[in-house]
């Protein structure tokens, strides 16, 4: 959200908004003279979210069950198009990011956040701790070939438009946004046993990889990545592995 810089008034779509993460933040940052409309394709995340909104009383968020494939928005609807965590696992190229440009009114701003991709030609998949990549990749490539959705950026990684500031770069220029502007950073994450990160693995994405191990496989890998990880504990038994995580923000053109 700090990224995004959403000004005071901004109306604003989250595209694949889960149970809100992005969204309340943002909710904040635009305040009661915006609105906040979050979609998602999952009927569950919005039930999460709307409960938050009720918790939250907010007033100015709207949410609704929505492909982000397909937004349905007028043209020059939004002052900013965001999506957290989420566009990765659908966008390929130009073609998927093209309606986001269009749902933005002139110099419009585009934010989204992606776990990096640009380790992947190299091998490495930035949500598996460097200590345990070698033993899950095998997995996750062969759950990729099975399936397909979660991970399917990583399936096709010299395709990838975020395999690259470069190609990010290129990709959204072809989408028609200026001013694309690319950091990427740690996010540290914090378990107190490799027992915990697997547990915290199985509520991401992530659980499609060991959904699809044979269950023999699965009781051998889970003990020796715990292992592993028990490995790396600090002297107050704390386990930091950081996830690089890409921020990107762009800019329909001016009036
Ligand atoms: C990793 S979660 C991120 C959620 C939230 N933005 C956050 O930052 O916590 C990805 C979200 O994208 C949603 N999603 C996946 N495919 C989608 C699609 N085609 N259209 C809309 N939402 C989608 C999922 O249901 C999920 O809520």
Do not use: H
């Amino acid at each position: 959200m700090e990224f995004a810089q959403l000004p005071a008034g901004a109306s604003v779509l989250d595209v694949g908004c889960g149970r809100g993460a992005a969204l309340f933040p943002a909710a904040d940052a635009v305040g009661a003279s915006g609105e906040v409309v979050g979609i998602d394709i999952s009927e569950e995340m919005i039930r999460y979210a709307t409960d938050g909104v009720r918790e939250r009383e907010l007033g100015n968020v709207t949410l609704s069950v929505m492909n982000g494939q397909s937004p349905d928005f007028p043209a020059g609807r939004f002052d900013a198009v965001i999506g957290s965590c989420s566009l990765f696992i659908w966008t390929k190229g130009e073609d998927d990011v093209r309606p986001y440009a269009k749902l933005l009114k002139p110099g419009g701003r585009f934010a989204t956040a992606a776990p990096s991709f640009f380790g992947t030609l190299q091998g490495k998949w930035s949500l598996f701790p460097d200590a345990v990549n070698d033993l899950l990749l095998p997995y996750l490539l062969r759950s990729v070939k099975a399936n397909g959705a979660y991970d399917s950026q990583f399936a096709n990684a010299g395709a990838n438009w975020l395999g690259t500031p470069q190609l990010i770069e290129k990709t959204l220029t072809g989408a028609g946004f200026v001013d694309v502007d690319i950091t990427e950073e740690d996010l540290p994450v914090v378990c107190t046993s490799g027992e915990q990160w697997v547990e915290f693995t199985y509520t991401t994405g992530m659980r499609g990889m060991w959904e699809r191990m044979e269950e023999k496989e699965r009781d051998e890998v889970i003990p020796e990545v715990a292992r592993r990880l028990d490995g790396l504990k600090d002297d107050n038994g704390l386990i930091t592995t950081p996830v690089p995580i890409v921020y990107i923000r762009a800019a329909a053109p001016g009036a």
